[in-house]
């Protein structure tokens, strides 16, 4: 054992020697290679530095012994000064040198660790995005609680949704169906979760008013919760007799198909109402021209950047953005969910202050403000 | 009194007047210029700079309704990286028909070249799920298509060995409608710092700048 | 019960992919991924559930004769075809009939459907472009430039000068705009989202209250 030992530290002193003595040959262009497990990620890695200067190659080589056989894993320049090997096993020894072809010979660097990757427990470049995650919360259950508590909040007026009642009055008056579009997503995009909070609300006064209610679904997850949503507020208005299965129905999973069922529907049955809430794509302005050319009363609603002018452009009124996800909030009045919005507004303040201060500061040639913020 | 009448046209001469204008260069093609906008030349740069050998994913991320649109950018794509010398792996997010579609244009352009499948490029195929599957190649590919679009095992594929992660890919370019181009720039470029450069249909254009201009999307995609 | 295992389960699915975010641990991204596993398997259960409904009310229709049930005979026909051939083919659905009914069926009426869109877009531009009003009048120049501006027949009839109007237009006015509304729905769909993992928001549960 102890003759082993001898042995592997007389081996490394040789190749340390002989590094140092090919490292003080002339146009070695890297030296001082450092082996480190790379930081803040899954494992699996090690990063690589070292001092260089110039355009020249060198090439990267493992092992898992010192005196082991040096396998190229790679090559770099020698300025860049870093590489990273990514195609490891954790919690094993990784030896490092590096190599440069001058001519017909390889010069060889100094011998670099062990090393050993390992998986690490935080992602220590997204400390901000943790804060402001952090703060949302808390800002979220403070006011939360203070609304709890009967303290007032103000809401300003969102046109969309004051319009909603009116929209299903008229639809009442003409003796037409309205027709409820969820968007084209699944339940885990949150935009449809909000349209269904709207859903609850319209199907509500749809069952206060014995108007006809149609909702036409394209996934098979937002039917289902759409069927119930509906059933829902249909028992809360205290008329569940009126609740009809067919009220809620499947269409197809096919973007266009299911967009050329919709305007069939339109056409075929006028209804008198649109609401169109929730994500859409390229159908949104086929769906809302035809309920535009039919006379119907339109009420948008989505965050889709693309499809807001469609929207806009096609519809009576339209939700923009973030009042899509205030909806539920502003329909039902309640001071728990109240609270909510005004937690975001209060960090949409802090993010509009923080960016016109970086733009300042950035303008004065300093980077500190972006550097902060920057995450990935 | 006539500017009056302009302002009130009945929509169907519209639609008339849109059906001339889309007939004309079918029926009798005008044969203009085209110029490549800066993030189009941006791409072409991107690639230029690519050396043989390097990896980059394609990912087929629409259905046959945006293939007038996003076909020859694919088709302009793919030869531009063959020629290179640039290692293609092949994939479809798109749930209707991308798979479908890359099967047919990955062997149509691949018949122009002298390639080997599975050693210069490989079609992993469609995968399920959305997101979810771009997250987890982020770990590994393999696990997330251990066969190919033929079924075959991608074990011992020399590209698939050895391209491992998002660590081993210079480029992600998606063809993508909808909202699937927004998704790799956020997961893919965001969390795993991976270049993404974005084919979209004209339409949904304008959104892709503002990842243009943060530097979330290399560019946008051609003209 | 009924629903405090549901927001239970909300909240603790929902916290863990904002957890997994910050902390990359093998054991960590593991569970993560399983989750988005689970999401696949979630959706795949409900398709039949769509599936269904799409079939009994369109047997119903065929059965009261109701008005175009012929169109419902179609699409029950279609939709098993389709079916058949796509299971027959394996888990890429290569079958040559499938591969056929998708290249000359699905792919045309798509196609179709999709470039009903620069009808409605030419329409719907027409009205937002009327010069009724100096805003309706800023957007319509703004449109003509940047349309001008990315189309062949525009870089003829200007000699491209228009090009970097158009590419200023888009980068910076544009960009600018996309910007604050998206960081504003993304403020908003964070907020939604930590109700909803909290149980503030519960209209997505549907029925059944404690």
Redesign the interface.
Known sequence: MRTSCLVIISIVLVLAAGGAWSQGMSGFPATELRAVDTPSD?GG?IDLEWEGEGLQFVLIMRATSPGGEFETIGDAIASDGSY?D??LDDQTDYYYRLAYPAGEDTLLGAVAGPAQSKTNWFRSYRKNALVLTALMFILVISYVTQARKGKRLFIRRISGLSAIDEAVGRATEMGRKILYIPGI?SLSEIQTIASLSILQHVSKLTAVYGTDIEVPNKDPLVFSAARETVKQAYMEAGRPDQFKEEMVTYLT????AYAASVTAKMVRERPATNFLIG?F??ESLILAETGQ?IGAIQIAGTA???QLPFFVTACDYTLLGEELYAASAYLSKEPVLLGSIKAQDVVKAIIMVTVGAGIVILAFGSNIVRDVLFT? | MKIQKL?Y?D?RI??L???IG?LIPIIRP?G????P??PVQGLFERVEELEPGDAVMLSFDY??????ELNPMSAAIMRHLFMREVRVMVVAIF???G??IAIREVARITSEFDLEYGVDYVNL??K??G??PM??MG?SIQDVFPAD???TPTEGMPIVEDV??Y??IEVVITLA???IGEWWANLVN??F?VDVAVGC?A?????Y??Y???GQMIQRGL? | MRRTIPLILTFCVGMYPIFAFFVPHRVV?NI??NL??Y??IVA?FALPLGVVNLVMSNINKIKKKDKGWFYSVVLIAGLCLMAFYGIMG?????HAHF?WM??NA???L??T???L???Y???AA?RAF?A?NVEATVLLIAAIVVMLG?I??G??ITG?RL?PIS?WL??KP??AA??GI?IGAALGAASMQIRVILGIEQTYLGSGKD
């Not at chain 3, 394996?90 to 290569?94: E, L, N, S, T």
């Open positions: 899954g890695s990273t990514m195609r997503l999973y096919d973007q266009f994500s794509f390229a050319s889709d950047i693309p990935r | 302002l046209i929509r519209i639609y007047l849109v059906a889309a005008i203009l210029p085209v110029v906008s800066a259905g046959p309704s945006s293939e007038p749930p209707l028909g798979v479908q195929g469609y399920d799920g997101q979810a997250k987890a770990v679009v033929e079924t491992r992660n660590g081993d409608t909808g909202i965001a969390q710092g249909t339409v949904s254009a304008p959104k700048y503002a243009l201009r943060s003209q | 991204t993560n991924q988005d596993t999401l696949v795949a394996g888990d890429q659905g290569f591969q998708f290249e699905v792919s045309p798509q196609a459907m999709f470039s869109l620069a009808f877009v030419a329409s027409y009327r009724r990315r062949p027949i870089d003829m491209g090009t590419e888009m980068t544009n960009a996309q910007r998206i």
